[in-house]
């Protein structure tokens, strides 16, 4: 990818994520996940974690409809690193962590890439998801006029 290709994409990269933030909505939202994460859990260890449990309610993106999420599902994403990507993944698990347990609606992940699936909390833990990098994490204003956002924050209020 040339240098001009790399700034384009980290421009636009940066205006989503500013958006997001704001609480925005975007036509074709990127977002793979919309999460209010309760628990995470690395395995093997916190210290240098191969693994990611996330707790919580998730919004998931359609894959196949560009503006689209699934219905709010508790229960747990399992997520693998990604070879060659695994420092910053980690910094993203960091980021993911740091926000758990505090109610607040995090997006991460591209709906384009990432292949999340939402599991029951008392499912065993295996075949975990490839983790995919996209626009970091974000922390997003809980705007109640924004679809996803909106149901995970009734779905938590059950």
């Known amino acids: 990818m040339n240098v001009f290709v790399k700034s384009v994409v980290s421009v636009c990269a940066t205006l989503v994520a500013a958006a997001l933030s704001q609480g925005v909505a975007c036509a074709s939202d990127p977002v793979g996940v919309y999460a209010i994460i309760d628990k995470v859990v690395f395995e093997p260890n ?79 833990a295996a075949a975990p998801d490839l983790y995919q990098l996209s626009l970091g994490v974000v922390k997003v204003r809980s705007d109640p006029s924004y679809v996803p956002v909106k149901a995970l924050l009734e779905f938590e209020k059950r």
């Open 46 to 124: 916190a210290d240098a974690p191969e693994r990611i449990q996330l707790f919580g309610v998730f919004a998931v993106a359609e894959p196949s409809d560009r503006n689209n999420y699934q219905a709010p599902q508790r229960g747990y994403l399992y997520f693998t690193l990604p070879a060659g990507k695994e420092s910053v993944a980690r910094k993203e698990w960091a980021d993911l962590k740091q926000m758990s347990g505090k109610g607040q609606v995090v997006a991460f992940g591209s709906r384009f890439e990432l292949r999340a699936h939402v599991r029951k909390a008392d499912e065993k």
